[in-house]
């Protein structure tokens, strides 16, 4: 089992950046791949950002470009830098974490929203 705590949401303004981080505790080192999903009011939830044991990454076509997920050193942490956030980025997001033959493990959600 993993566990996984975001933090780094907040608000922000149009064209503004935010930072999330998300910490991950428990059998770590069976983790295949960590990332993002978010999910904002009325939408289903969908994938942000990924990002492998092996470094391969996968984005969104909303935020390539703008968004850039990466991993810590010791690979229990993953980041999700957000640049040029748009009102549309408003949403809460949460981190996700892929062992194989388990459910995937889930963070509590952090709320980003971009307004003026």
């Known amino acids: 089992q993993v566990q996984l705590v975001e933090s780094g949401g907040g608000l922000v303004q149009p064209g503004g950046s935010l930072r999330l981080s998300c910490a991950a505790s428990?059998?770590?080192?069976?983790?295949?791949?960590m990332g993002w999903y978010r999910q904002a009011p009325g939408k289903q939830r969908e994938l942000v950002a990924a990002?492998?044991?092996?470094?391969?990454?996968n984005y969104a076509d909303s935020v390539k470009g703008r968004f850039t997920v990466s991993r810590g050193n010791a690979k229990n942490t993953v980041y999700l830098q957000m640049n040029s956030l748009k009102p549309e980025d408003t949403a809460v997001y949460y981190c996700?974490?892929?062992?194989?033959?388990?459910?995937?493990?889930w963070g509590q959600g952090t709320q980003v929203t971009v307004s003026s």
């Open positions: 996700y974490a892929t062992v194989p033959g388990t459910a995937d493990s």
């Open positions: 428990g059998i770590i080192f069976s983790i295949y791949a």
């Open positions: 990002i492998t044991s092996g470094g391969s990454t």
